[in-house]
């Protein structure tokens, strides 16, 4: 009879390959000790800042008899599905196939094991593996192992040495797995009778940041759940633990959830001093946003242990950090919660990788995550009424705070100011309150007009978007013509309808892009302050709005500093200020008697000090029969038909990002020279 043989390769591959990082090979390691109920779980590094050094794994477990080393231990690649009994501590266990437990072995050159099991008090079971003996062996079944029975007065557990191991870990290593090992069983619940213990110098303080718990200083504590019905329930409690919203199931979603019984918690922080020094606590915001920046994320535990990669720094399988960009004002990130999935997955429905970076993703586990996103979604609208309703609670108030306030002012000058001065305080306040009174007026002026423009905005945005599939069709009807006239009509297509259909073709394209402008604009990113690259906006705009120019004959000429600038602000300022400009140039040009031929327009971008010039410069008529000091007007223009807002905007949008813009009649091409000044940040 004749067997599949096994090349010793194949064990430096799966080892190495299927678990590339070595601290999830010791996680692995660990992962067996809680299967094999152990209460604690010891790493030890010795001299593993150099090669050569060792590393031991030690439990309190209930340790291997000789069959269990033979038939369990030794045996790789065999799943555990069918043996998912729980064991005496109730765990479900979650080793797998033994391929991570491979990979840490494989560390060192040679690996001890001592086991004592708990059915045998007083006995203890070794064996050792030396990798060299697998370098000349043909099969793997040519290497026996040898395992001693001794007698021990140590108690029930087992330990493994790796030795002489072939990579050191750095400082960066031994904290990222101090930070694992804290990480892996929920250190957060006091139930999980797992404790984990690395002897490395970078432990005690790490352990120290993770092992606080500011729970009772979150703004907001969700808590959600599934049951084994696929039926979700939502609470989300406020910081004294009041419930102050609840979802059923269809609030959250309208079909069951098809994964395994889940709990979900998250515990959301606002991390502003006013918040910390509001409640009275006894943290300051910066302790809880160290210890945030240790924990902060939300992780997924599987039958009592963490799976990675999620909830690791770098990951974000929940999207909070995308859902925050697009409403940073209530949506959390993953610095500003921390929260745990909580899955014990008994019919196996979740699968993990070979690799035992995460889970593969397959029905359960994308319904587990969509589970938890519907909940974030629910929770965020629910915090935006919260919002609103906070926002006209103000609204009505700011009046009546007014009148009160105005109402203490007379009572204190007439107690306390004596009646020959009353007169001229009273005249004096009655003048700050015009003041105030005509700065209030100028600036719901302004509100009303942004509030129209903004109206016009997602106005022209819709009929944009509901005019997109229309203008594609007509560029693909033109398509059709061309076909099929040059088909019927053959080489007296070009003489009679080449130019007519070239030209539909042209301009449905311009309509299209048309289209697309506004959608552009009003993106919501774009509003997020921030550092904005200047040349990037630029470009953008430029190619935006290229058709109009080659449409309206009009060469371009960019003329960068080279460098990247970059100033802070939001790109949907500065795209007002540089698309109003380009539109002005535009309609110079349109203009009756203006010029027809050889028009140009130059966008210029210099260093001056620690400031940034954007110039931009056309060879039209110039500015004529207005103020130079009224071109900033609302509603002033020299345009027939024109809304006098374009410059007003520009005007604006370049106070609100600090700088100064200035205007020449005319410039050194012959037209209108626009100048904004901008305080650079970095080039």
Same mark, same amino acid.
């Given at each position: ?12 591959? %799966? ?59 030794? @045996? ?20 797998? +196939? ?31 593996? /030396? ?51 804290? %990480?892996?069983? #929920? =250190? ?54 009041? @419930? ?83 409403? =940073?004002?209530?949506?959390?990130? *993953? ?8 899955? /014990? ?112 905005? *997602? ?10 599939? =229309? ?28 130019? =007519?259909?070239?030209? %539909? ?27 904005? #690259?200047?040349?990037?906006?630029? #470009? ?20 960068? @500093? ?27 040009? /349109? ?56 410059? *007003?905007?520009? +005007? #604006? ?22 100048? @904004? ?7």
């Amino acid at each position: 009879m004749m067997h599949f043989k096994f090349s010793p390769k194949i064990l430096q591959r %799966l080892g190495e390959e299927l678990v590339p990082n070595p601290d999830q090979g010791i996680i692995e390691l660990v992962k067996n000790s809680y299967d094999a109920d152990a209460t604690e779980c010891t790493v030890e590094l010795i001299k593993t800042s150099a090669i050569g050094g060792s590393i031991i794994i030690s439990d309190n477990g209930v340790g291997m008899d000789k069959d269990a080393i033979s038939e369990g231990w030794l @045996v790789l690649g065999r799943s555990k599905k069918a043996n998912r009994e729980v064991t005496q501590l109730g765990r479900l266990p979650v080793g797998n +196939k033994g391929l991570g437990r491979l990979a840490a072995l494989q560390m060192g050159s040679q690996v001890f094991l001592k086991t004592r099991p708990k059915d045998e008090p007083g006995i203890e079971y070794s064996l050792t593996i /030396n990798w060299d003996d697998f370098q000349e062996a043909d099969v793997v079944e040519d290497v026996p192992f040898d395992v001693q029975k001794s007698s021990t007065n140590q108690r029930q557990g087992t330990d493994i040495i790796v030795s002489n191991i072939k990579n050191i870990f750095n400082k960066r290593d031994l904290q990222r797995l101090a930070r694992e090992l804290l %990480l892996l069983a #929920d =250190p957060f619940d006091n139930h999980a009778g797992f404790r984990l213990k690395l002897i490395a110098p970078e432990f005690s303080e790490i352990e120290k940041q993770v092992n606080n718990a500011y729970f009772d200083d979150a703004e907001y504590h969700l808590q959600a759940s599934i049951n084994e019905l696929g039926i979700a329930e939502v609470n989300l409690l406020d910081w004294q633990n009041n @419930v102050i919203f609840q979802a059923k199931h269809s609030d959250i979603s309208q079909e069951l959830y098809k994964t395994p019984a889940t709990k979900f918690e998250l515990w959301v922080f606002f991390l502003n001093p006013q918040t910390f020094s509001a409640r009275k606590t006894s943290v300051s915001f910066t302790q809880v946003r160290e210890w945030l920046g240790q924990v902060g994320n939300v992780r997924l535990y599987h039958r009592g242990l963490r799976v990675k990669p999620y909830g690791d720094q770098d990951d974000d399988w929940l999207n909070l950090n995308y859902a925050r960009a697009r409403n =940073p004002e209530v949506r959390p990130s *993953t610095k500003t919660v921390i929260g745990r999935v909580i899955v /014990n997955d008994p019919e196996d429905m979740l699968l993990q990788k070979t690799d035992r970076l995460g889970f593969i993703e397959n029905e359960a586990f994308l319904e587990l995550k969509r589970f938890a996103i519907d909940v974030l979604e629910w929770m965020a609208k629910e915090r935006l009424k919260v919002t609103e309703t906070q926002r006209q609670r103000v609204k009505q108030q700011v009046p009546r705070d007014i009148t009160q306030a105005k109402a203490r002012i007379e009572e204190v000058i007439e107690a306390e100011v004596p009646q020959e001065s009353r007169p001229k305080v009273l005249e004096a306040v009655q003048q700050y309150e015009n003041v105030t009174e005509n700065q209030t007026k100028v600036l719901r002026d302004d509100l009303q007009l942004y509030r129209s423009l903004a109206t016009a905005g *997602t106005t022209a945005a819709v009929f944009a978007h509901e005019s997109g599939k =229309p203008v594609t069709a007509i560029e693909i009807i033109a398509r059709i013509i061309e076909t099929k006239a040059k088909e019927f009509m053959g080489e007296k297509y070009e003489q009679y309808l080449g130019e =007519p259909v070239k030209k %539909l073709s042209q301009v449905s394209k311009s309509l299209l892009r048309f289209s697309n402008f506004p959608l552009h604009l009003l993106k919501r990113e774009k509003r997020r302050s921030g550092v904005v #690259d200047v040349h990037k906006v630029i #470009d953008d705009i430029v190619e935006l709005f290229q058709s109009f120019f080659d449409e309206g004959n009009i060469q371009v000429i960019k003329e960068k @500093v080279d460098t990247q600038p970059c100033i802070y602000g939001s790109d949907a300022l500065l795209e007002a200020i540089i698309t109003n400009l380009l539109t002005n140039v535009i309609n110079v040009f /349109n203009i009756a008697g203006g010029r027809i031929e050889e028009r140009q327009v130059v966008i210029r971008t210099a260093i001056q000090g620690s400031n940034l010039i954007i110039k931009v410069l056309d060879n039209g008529s110039g500015i004529l029969n207005i103020k130079i000091d009224e071109i900033w007007l609302p509603g002033k223009t020299t345009r027939e038909g024109g809304t006098g807002l374009g410059l *007003t905007i520009v +005007k #604006d949008s370049v106070t609100d990002l600090g700088g100064s813009v200035d205007v020449i009649p005319k410039s050194e091409l012959g037209g209108a020279e626009f100048i @904004v000044e901008l305080t650079l940040i970095r080039e």
